[in-house]
């Protein structure tokens, strides 16, 4: 159980398009969504927090305007990179907890595969 | 913030041998959780610790928690190249949100 899909897997867009990208919790309510930005050889720089059916909050230095996240249902949360430049090329990986009881305990989070986004 | 420190940073071993990861905070921790990632893809929990002096196996993984739950590590016996990956523990930080270590990369070569 406890399986996290991320879509698209892959993505090269042109400077100035918007990106969307799907993160779905397959088997479990997600209640809280995560997004993170992974660049090469690093660890994961939370961007932001996502609560079903609210505001996301961002972390700080994270444009809200610019990465526009959606939760809004308990399976489905949406990132999207508006305006793209490329210097928002990364690894986009999203993660989700959710009610304790099922196979979540411990504020443990289950990963997507993550998203390659490159920006010509 | 709760900070975890993770050392070392890099590691390259050759198969069969013995590797400690380490995983140290100044903070105390409810838990701890331990990923591991391989390049391309998303990190894979491997296990979450919670009650200090606690020791866990996972085939030829064994994870430790400090007793005073602000460390944790992991140790490899006779390594594969399978083990290869980017190791990243986690613990609790504010509402469901975690704090991840800067993580080790491990390369096992043949």
């Known amino acids: ?120 | 913030t709760q900070l975890l420190e993770q050392s070392p940073q890099f590691l390259s071993i050759q198969e069969g041998e013995n590797l400690t990861v380490y995983c140290n905070s100044s903070s105390v921790f409810s838990s701890l959780q331990w990923y591991r990632q391989e390049p391309g893809e998303g990190p894979v929990l491997l296990v979450t610790v919670v009650t200090g002096g606690e020791v866990k196996k996972l085939k030829r993984l064994t994870f430790q928690f400090g007793d005073a739950r602000k460390d944790s590590s992991l140790h490899i016996t006779a390594a594969q190249t399978g083990d290869t990956g980017l190791y990243l523990c986690a613990g609790g930080g504010s509402g469901y949100a975690l704090n991840f270590g800067k993580g080790t990369s491990l390369l096992v070569t043949p």
């Open chain 1, 1 to 120: 159980g406890a399986v996290v899909s991320q879509h698209p897997s892959r993505v090269i867009c042109k400077s100035g398009t918007s990106v969307k990208i799907e993160c779905r919790s397959l088997d479990f309510q997600a209640t809280t969504m995560f997004w993170y930005r992974q660049f090469p050889k690093q660890s994961l720089m939370l961007m932001a927090t996502s609560n079903e059916g609210s505001k996301a909050t961002y972390e700080q230095g994270v444009e809200k305007d610019k990465f526009l996240i959606n939760h809004a249902s308990l399976t489905l949360s949406t990132l999207t990179v508006t305006s793209a430049h490329p210097e928002d090329s990364s690894f986009y990986i999203c993660s989700a907890t959710g009610l304790a009881g099922g196979p979540l305990f411990y504020n443990e989070q289950f990963f997507g595969p993550g998203t390659r986004l490159t920006v010509l």
